[in-house]
Nanobody, 121 residues
């Protein structure tokens, strides 16, 4: 069974930094697109950043220049380095990955449970 587990959330002051991690585990044949999403109270979920298996990245305009997504394929892990954090970055951040499990012909999307990031003085 494939699982995604996030870590690294917490409380940080405006202007501070946090690094989120998301590790995939289980019987994995291949991991393709990986991404971070976030959802603030009362808002819809939005895409923060995506990264392909080849390392091509894409970012929401609101985080460009401040956030960096990266992945370690050997560790089945995706990271989100968040710098210059703002109060409006406060949200639950969730990891998403398109994974083909072993013994399965097709892949599908998997989600982590999310980790809370709070930016406040």
């Amino acid at each position: 069974q494939v699982q995604l587990v996030e870590s690294g959330g917490g409380l940080v002051q405006p202007g501070g930094s946090l690094r989120l991690s998301c590790a995939a585990s289980g019987s994995i044949f291949g991991i393709y697109r990986m991404a971070w999403y976030r959802q603030a109270p009362g808002n819809q979920r939005e895409t923060v950043a995506t990264i392909t298996s080849g390392g091509v990245t894409n970012y929401a305009d609101s985080v460009k220049g401040r956030f960096t997504i990266s992945r370690d394929n050997a560790k089945n892990t995706v990271y989100l380095q968040m710098n210059s954090l703002k109060p409006e970055d406060t949200a639950v951040y969730s990891c998403n990955a398109f994974i083909r499990a072993e013994f399965e012909q097709n892949g599908r999307n998997y989600w982590g449970k999310g980790t809370l990031v709070t930016v406040s003085a």
